[in-house]
């Protein structure tokens, strides 16, 4: 072999050590960040979403600042807030973040929602996951169309949330209303602080000073280690109709 051929096919032999290879290249595009969300609107399409500012909802009356529409779209609020009218009774009313349809592994977390009818509502998505919100100054409207004033409605894992309600002195809304696996909630202010679905796991979370009651579990359910007080109708209700619920170290006089 002559001496240039031997450095051609040296540079050859180099550069295929240097380039990129395909699982590279695949790795680098897979890296690529979640879609910046800047205004309300609908979300089609899985994936990966996060807020970049605080959205303010300015109607129309009824609908969803976000609504999802697809399967498989974790929404990261960042530690932003989205918020909805302000004045009671609104002008408008309306939804934070809405699923809309039969969805799957929908996750919502990481921020506030403050001034709306429904704060979060993933009741048409199962094995949601939804987590570290602070839903505050739930609207107090009561309409022929469910649900009522709600701060959470999911059915999947609910976890480490805070809900407070309504700023009134007969405050009409529920904290969470979920079925699933709830863990380390806040509620307080609300008419009813939990309303648990039958077949779920609850277990260190708190409900207080609710006009109502604070935990209202469906059974047969797990219910361990719960603080419950200050709920003048009953601190923890149990529905037994179908069957027994599992009830231990629970704080509920």
Known sequence: MSRSVAFVSLLAFAAMILAPSGDAQAQGAR??????????????????????????FKGPSGTACL??????????????????????????????????????????????????????????????LVEKLRVFNIIPIITVTPPDPTGIIASGIVRSNAVFG?????????????TGTL??????????????????????????????????????SN????????NPDGNLVLETARGSCNTTNNLAP
């Open 223 to 230: 219910v361990t280690d719960n603080t419950a007080v200050d």
């Open 183 to 220: 863990t380390g909630n806040y509620v307080t202010g609300n008419a009813a602080g939990m309303l648990i679905g039958r077949g779920s796991t609850v277990i260190g979370n708190t409900a207080t000073d609710n006009r109502l009651f604070g935990f209202f579990v469906t059974c047969p």
């Open 67 to 128: 609504t999802i529409t697809s399967s498989g779209v974790t929404l990261d609020l960042a530690g932003f807030t989205i918020s909805g009218p302000t004045n009671i009774p609104p002008s408008i009313e309306g939804t934070a973040i809405l699923a809309s349809g039969d969805l799957r592994g929908i996750a919502v977390q990481n921020g506030s929602v403050s001034g709306f009818r429904i704060g979060v509502n993933l009741g048409s998505a199962t094995g949601s």
């Open 31 to 56: 890296e690529e960040g979640p879609i910046e969300i800047e205004k309300c609107q609908t979300i089609s399409q899985p994936g990966s979403y996060k807020l970049v500012k605080n959205l303010t």
């Open 166 to 178: 309504p700023l009134t002195t007969f405050p009409i809304a529920t904290g969470i209303s979920a």
